[in-house]
C-alpha cells in the first residue's frame, strides 16, 4: 500500500469552504470580547474569571497546536512552559522586580532556553519515544518546581503584587487584565496563521506529511522543527505568565503532566491544524469541566466518554465537524446538554448525576458496539490512523 | 571525454551476511541516460539509497563532478543537485500538486526561515513548480489534492517534484512500476525529451524502455556489475543472457 492511499481515507471531505471555520472562529473572538460586559450586565464577576483562564489557556492550546497539529509532534511535555513562564515572574516578583518590562520578556526567553534544550534532546526520536521524551523532561521541570524549597517547594509561592507597566495598563483592574489577555491571543492567533502559511510553516507541514522526502528534496528538516517547537514553547511561557499573574500564585502543580494532557485534549478536541481550532477547544474543555466539576468531583467520568464519542464520530474536532456541516448536531448535542443540566438547576436532584455517570459508559459501550457494526456492514475504510 | 558527472569506486555495503553492494564500480557521463539493470535483489534500490545519502557505504567512494559526497547528508547532496525518484510513490498527499512540487523549489531556493509571506502567493516558487508540472504533462491538475492522483499521475508527480529541484543528476527508481502500457509509452516519450538537459541514471523493469532510452547500461547482479556497455553490447553479452535476460533477450 502507498501511503497516499492511507492517508486518503483520513482526509476531511470539505463540505464547506474552508474560511467557514474562520467566520465561526472570529465570531466566537468578537463573543469572547463582550465576556467583560455580560459580566457587568448579569453581575456576575465569576464569569469573568472563568473566561480569562479560558482566554490564557487559549494561548497555550494555540501554541501547542503549532507543533502537534502543523508539524505532527505530540508533544506531552507542553505544560512545562507554562510552569517555567510562572516560575519566572514569581521568582522575580519573590526578589522584589516588579517591571513587567524586565518579568515578562525574560520569562519568554527562558522559555525559550528551556523550550531549545528540551527540542534538541527529543527531536533527535519520534512517534512514542518523541512523546515519552518530552513527557520526561517535562516531569524533570516538574519535580525541579517541586524541590525548589526557597520558593515553596510543593505548596506553591504567592505572589504578593503584581507585574508593574508603570502605568501603561493596572494589572490589578480586572477587565484591563482580560482585554490585555484576549488581544494577546488574537495576537497570536494571527501569528500562527501567517507563520504556517509562510515558508516556514510549509516546511513544518511537509515534514509532518512525509519527512522522509522533505529531506531528500533537499531540506534540513530538524532545524525547521527545532525552530516551531522553540517558538511554541515561547508562546508558551506566556500563557504561563499570565496564569501566574492572574492568580497571584506559582506552583509546580501548573506543570504537572495531566496539565499537559489537558491542552492535548484541547486541541485534539478542537481539531488539530486548524487555526481555530485550540480554540473551540479550550472554550468546551473548560466550559465542560467548569459546569461537570459542579455536579461532581468526579467529572472526568463522564468528560471522558464524551472525549471518546468526539473522536469516534467528529474526526477532525469540532473544528472538522463545523466543517462538514455538522454544525447542528453540534448544537443540538450542546443543547441537550444545557438541558439536562437546566433539569438539574431547576429541580436540585442529586440522584440525576450518579444516573448521568451509571448511564453514560454504558451509552457509550452500546454506541460503539452500534458503530462497529455498522462499520462492517458496509465495509467502509473508517479511520486510517490519526496522523 | 569530460570528467564523468558520478563516479563510483568500490562500493561495498553488507546487511549483516548479505553484501547487497559487492565492490561496485560505475561512471555517469554528462547528459547520458544510464540503465541499472538487474534481477529482483540485485542490489539496484540499495545502490540509491547509496547515492542518496540515506545509507552509508561500508567501503568505497562516490565522486559527484569531482567532488567526494560519500559522507554527505542527504539535503545537501540535493543542494549540490542530484535529486531522487522514489521506486514506491513518496508525495504529500494532503497537499495539491502543485504544493508538492513548490515544496522542491523552495528547498532550492534558500533557507526557509521566513514566517510572514504567504507562500502559496510566492510566484518565486509557484511559477517553477507550475512549469515543472507541465514538463512532465500534469499542468491541467496542478490544483488536485494528490492523494486523488492516479497511480500513473503520482508516478509524474514524483518526476516533477525532482525536476522542480533542477537537479545535474536524476535517479530514477523504476518510474514505470506498476504503469499501463500507455502511462508508460507517455513516460518513456518524457524522459526522451529530458535526454541531454540532465544526467540520468535509470532503473527499470521494463526492457522495453529500457533499450528505447539508455544510452549505456550496466547489469547488476548480487551487488555486483557484471558488465557494463551500449545497448546492443549488453544484448550480446552471453553473460548477461545467463544472469537476467534469458528468453526476454530473444524476444527483443
Redesign the interface.
Given at each position: 500500500m502507498s501511503q497516499a492511499s492511507v492517508s486518503a481515507t483520513s482526509e476531511i471531505t470539505t463540505a464547506l469552504p474552508r474560511n467557514f471555520t474562520t467566520l465561526v472562529g472570529v465570531i466566537l473572538m468578537a463573543l469572547l470580547g463582550l465576556v467583560p460586559v455580560f459580566a457587568v450586565i448579569f453581575d456576575d464577576p465569576f464569569l469573568l474569571t472563568l473566561f480569562t483562564r479560558i482566554v490564557i489557556m487559549a494561548i497555550a492550546a494555540v501554541s501547542l497546536n503549532l507543533i502537534l497539529g502543523y508539524g505532527g509532534l505530540v508533544s506531552f511535555g507542553h505544560a512545562a512552559y507554562i510552569g517555567i513562564g510562572g516560575y519566572t515572574i514569581g521568582i522575580l516578583a519573590f526578589h522584589g522586580v516588579h517591571a513587567a518590562w524586565i518579568q515578562w520578556p525574560l520569562a519568554i526567553i527562558i522559555s525559550g532556553i528551556v523550550a531549545t534544550l528540551i527540542g534538541l534532546l527529543s527531536l533527535r526520536t519520534k512517534g512514542i519515544f518523541f512523546i515519552m521524551i518530552t513527557l520526561a523532561l517535562a516531569q524533570l521541570v516538574y519535580y525541579l518546581g517541586n524541590g525548589a524549597f526557597a520558593y515553596g517547594g510543593d505548596d506553591g509561592l504567592n505572589i504578593l503584587k503584581r507585574s508593574d507597566f508603570g502605568g501603561l495598563i493596572d494589572l490589578n483592574h480586572r477587565p484591563s487584565f482580560y482585554y490585555l489577555c484576549w488581544a494577546l491571543l488574537a495576537a497570536t492567533i494571527y501569528f500562527c496563521h501567517r507563520v504556517v502559511n509562510s515558508r516556514f510553516g510549509m516546511v513544518l507541514q511537509g515534514a509532518k506529511s512525509n519527512d522522509r522526502r522533505m529531506a531528500t528534496i533537499g531540506f534540513p528538516v530538524h532545524r525547521y522543527r527545532l525552530t516551531a517547537f522553540v517558538i511554541a514553547g515561547m508562546i508558551c511561557g506566556l500563557a504561563g505568565v499570565l496564569t501566574a499573574t492572574f492568580s497571584n500564585f506559582i506552583s509546580p502543580a501548573m506543570m504537572h503532566w495531566s496539565r499537559s494532557g489537558d491542552l492535548i485534549v484541547m486541541v485534539v478536541l478542537g481539531g488539530m491544524g486548524s487555526l481555530f481550532g485550540p480554540l473551540f477547544g479550550t472554550v468546551a474543555f473548560l466550559l465542560l469541566e467548569e459546569i461537570l466539576s459542579s455536579w461532581t468531583e468526579f467529572w472526568k467520568i463522564v468528560f471522558g466518554p464524551i472525549l471518546v464519542l468526539v473522536v469516534i464520530f467528529a474526526r477532525g474536532g469540532i473544528d472538522g465537524a463545523i466543517l462538514r456541516g455538522h454544525t447542528g448536531k453540534l448544537m443540538a448535542g450542546l443543547g441537550l446538554f444545557y438541558i439536562v443540566y437546566g433539569i438539574h438547576l431547576v429541580y436540585d436532584r442529586d440522584w440525576l448525576v450518579p444516573a448521568f455517570i451509571f448511564a453514560a459508559p454504558i451509552g457509550l459501550l452500546w454506541l460503539v458496539l452500534w458503530w462497529e457494526k455498522r462499520r462492517r456492514g458496509e465495509a467502509v475504510t473508517v479511520g486510517g490512523g490519526h496522523e | 571525454m569530460s570528467e564523468p558527472v558520478l563516479k563510483v569506486a568500490n562500493l561495498v555495503k553488507r546487511f549483516g551476511g548479505l553484501t547487497a553492494t559487492d565492490n561496485l564500480s560505475l561512471d555517469l557521463r554528462e547528459g547520458e541516460i544510464h540503465a541499472v539493470i538487474g534481477p529482483n535483489g540485485a542490489g539496484k534500490t540499495t545502490m540509491i539509497g547509496q547515492l542518496?545519502g540515506?545509507l552509508r557505504p561500508d567501503a568505497g567512494s562516490i565522486h559527484f563532478m569531482g567532488r567526494d559526497i560519500t559522507s554527505m547528508p542527504?539535503?545537501q547532496r540535493?543542494?549540490l543537485g542530484i535529486?531522487?525518484s522514489?521506486q514506491?510513490?513518496?508525495?504529500?498527499?494532503?497537499?495539491t500538486a502543485l504544493?508538492n512540487v513548490?515544496?522542491?523549489v523552495?528547498?532550492?531556493d534558500g533557507h526557509?526561515?521566513?514566517?510572514?509571506?504567504?507562500?502559496?502567493k510566492?510566484q518565486t516558487?509557484r511559477l517553477p513548480a507550475m512549469a515543472a508540472l507541465q514538463q512532465v504533462g500534469l499542468g491541467h491538475r496542478a490544483d488536485i489534492?494528490?492523494?486523488?492522483l492516479s497511480h500513473g499521475e503520482?508516478r509524474q508527480l514524483e518526476i516533477a517534484?525532482a525536476l522542480a529541484?533542477k537537479p545535474k543528476l536524476l535517479l530514477l527508481d523504476e518510474p514505470m512500476a506498476g504503469m499501463g502500457p500507455e502511462d508508460s509509452a507517455r513516460m518513456v516519450t518524457m524522459l526522451q525529451k529530458l535526454k541531454g538537459s540532465v544526467t540520468i541514471l535509470l532503473i527499470e523493469h521494463d526492457m522495453d524502455a529500457v533499450f528505447a532510452l539508455a544510452d549505456r547500461i550496466t547489469v547488476l547482479v548480487y551487488g555486483h556489475s557484471i558488465a557494463t556497455g551500449l545497448p546492443d553490447d549488453i544484448r550480446r553479452n552471453e553473460q548477461v543472457r545467463q544472469a537476467y535476460l534469458g528468453d526476454e533477450a530473444e524476444a527483443v
Open positions: - | 542518496i540515506e542527504v539535503h540535493s543542494a535529486a531522487r522514489f514506491i510513490t513518496s508525495i504529500f498527499p494532503n497537499f504544493d513548490a515544496f522542491a523552495q528547498a532550492h526557509s526561515f521566513r514566517f510572514w509571506a504567504d507562500a502559496r510566492d516558487l489534492t494528490a492523494s486523488v503520482h517534484m529541484t
